[in-house]
């Protein structure tokens, strides 16, 4: 059993989108945004931890009248929210980008270069818009890559080679590259598609957490946060509220403070926002 006192003392609550704080249709219920709208009255701010762009999160953001700094790309930014000031960021190095780029005309796989608000393509791999999974992102075809390289925060390759998407990850993997980290896996949604995705390593939702808690000057024992899959695992920070619905991963719900009996569908979310809504009106 958790402590209910802590219920008020509730300062900030960062929630994850896809699977938490979104349907299954990608939307935010009525319900949730009602509770969120009495939260802020009375002081408790609300953020985003999510693996999506800046840009991808600011209709949300907008639509619960978000004051607050959000987490995107699994950590890899903070940018303040609606000013667009940048709290943090971890760019690939321009060699790696180079580098990446120059394996994939070699093996003849779609890269595209993601940025904060936009991805971007070339004609030659005019496939990536259609094909790759990045929900709500904003995609642009441009001439050529040379003047994207800076500002970086990942590389995104897709092929149905997969023996050729497997030995770019390996080539830019220690030892041949040092401080990237890549994510490999097959598409849930296009049938033989293979994914890589590089970052510069060290970043993670957690890091960013605790970046932000900083910035707020927001202890971890005043901060709620929720999530439902493998990468909210660093979100849940030990001295924070920690809070699952069903549809989570059981390794998360080991971890949590609070599980909610109902789905991202099922207003799960608002059931644990109105938790904090009570708490702080007593």
């Not at 890559?145 to 080679?161: A, P």
């Not at 890091?207 to 808690?213: F, H, I, N, R, Y």
Request: hydrophobic content about 35%; glycine content about 4%; proline content about 3%.
């Amino acid at each position: 059993m958790f402590d209910k006192n802590k219920l008020k003392k509730i300062k900030l609550i960062v929630a994850d989108l896809d699977g938490t704080l979104l349907t299954n249709t990608g939307e935010i219920s009525s319900k949730t945004k009602e509770v969120i709208k009495e939260l802020k009255k009375e002081g408790v701010l609300i953020s985003f931890a999510s693996g999506r762009l800046h840009s991808a999160l600011t209709d949300f953001a907008e639509q619960l009248e978000i004051k607050t700094p959000i987490i995107s790309l699994d950590g890899s930014m903070i940018k303040d929210y609606p000013r667009g000031d940048i709290l943090f960021e971890s760019y690939v190095p321009a060699k790696y980008v180079k580098k990446a780029l120059a394996y994939a005309d070699k093996f003849l796989i779609n890269v595209a270069l993601c940025h904060s608000d936009d991805i971007y393509y070339t004609e030659q791999n005019s496939v990536v818009p259609t094909i790759t999974e990045k929900f709500g992102a904003r995609f642009k075809e441009v001439p050529e890559y040379n003047g994207y390289i800076n500002n970086t925060l990942e590389i995104t390759m897709l092929s149905d080679f997969k023996d050729n998407i497997k030995h770019v990850r390996d080539k830019m993997s220690f030892p041949y590259s040092f401080g990237l980290t890549s994510s490999y896996f097959r598409s849930q949604r296009h049938n033989g598609i293979y994914y890589l995705e590089i970052r510069r390593k060290g970043c993670n939702k957690g890091k960013a957490l605790k970046k932000l808690l900083r910035y707020l000057k927001i202890s971890q024992a005043e901060t709620a946060v929720m999530g439902d899959w493998h990468n909210d695992i660093y979100l849940f920070l030990p001295k924070t509220l920690k809070i699952t619905l069903t549809n989570s991963l059981p390794e998360l719900k080991r971890m949590a403070d609070i599980q909610i009996p109902k789905d991202n569908n099922q207003d799960g979310a608002a059931e644990f926002l109105e938790m904090v809504l009570r708490a702080k009106r007593k």
